[in-house]
């Protein structure tokens, strides 16, 4: 199974609004509800930000959100902060006890 | 907070096992509804997941993976290792434990920092 598909990059400057897609296939992003995005900053462990495809974990600004739409799924991020500079990467739950992870969208905060 | 910290050599040699550990403090391996796992990351490639330890003691390994990982929790230390045998250079990569919690451990919560692991002669 290949990873899932991400843009390398994304920016946008302060205040303005990102989105970040994923895409998969039917057997992965498009068949289950179990989506899950994680934000790294450098040197960092990763931290989820949005989990089951539109939940948001305690803690986590509500200026992050997800969705879906057939076999992609999309981070949004509202309002960009310098802060919110970093790598995003998703997950999709794949079947038979598997999961794929993206390459990763490194994120700009111009 | 539960906080997961991984260790073990960072240079293994083609051919031999692989052995890392992750040791979890601020919270307990057994307890319900955690799926310990083991993440790695090859340098300039995607995240690829290697497999979780559910707090049962059930493990659920990647498929292209299967032949050569095993996964153990050590409910005495607050532990849990990943070896994988038979490593070439394609296992290079930064490991990272984690917990998956959810429905069946489809997100995962806390994470290591990773550690670097290098195969070669």
């Known amino acids: 199974q290949s990873a899932l598909t991400q843009p390398p990059s994304a920016s946008g400057s302060p205040g303005q609004s990102v989105t970040i897609s994923c895409t998969g296939t039917s057997s992965d992003v498009g068949g289950y509800n179990y989506v899950s995005w994680y934000q790294q900053h450098p040197g960092k462990a990763p931290k989820v930000m949005i989990y089951?495809?539109?939940k948001r974990p305690s803690g986590v600004p509500d200026r992050f959100s997800g969705s879906k739409s057939g076999n992609t799924a999309s981070l949004t991020v509202s309002g960009l902060q310098t802060e919110d500079e970093a790598d995003y990467f998703c997950s999709s739950y794949a079947g038979t006890s598997n999961f794929l992870f993206g390459g990763g969208t490194k994120l700009t905060v111009l | 907070q539960v906080q997961l910290q991984e260790s073990g050599p960072g240079l293994v040699k083609p051919s031999e096992t692989l052995s890392l550990t992750c040791t979890v403090s601020g919270g307990s391996v057994s307890s319900g509804g955690s799926y310990w796992s083991w993440i790695r990351q090859p340098p300039g490639k995607a995240l690829e997941w290697m497999g979780y330890?559910?707090?049962?003691?059930?493990?659920y390994y990647n498929p292209s993976l299967k032949s050569r990982v095993t996964m153990s929790l050590d409910t005495s230390k607050n532990q849990l290792s990943l070896k994988l045998s038979s490593v070439t250079a394609a296992d290079t990569a930064v490991y990272y434990c984690?917990?998956?919690?959810?429905?069946?451990?489809?997100?995962?919560?806390?994470w290591g920092q990773g550690t670097l692991v290098t195969v070669s002669s």
């Open positions: 089951e495809v539109t």
């Open positions: 330890m559910s707090y049962t003691g059930s493990t």
């Open positions: 984690a917990r998956g919690i959810g429905y069946f451990g489809d997100f995962f919560d806390y």
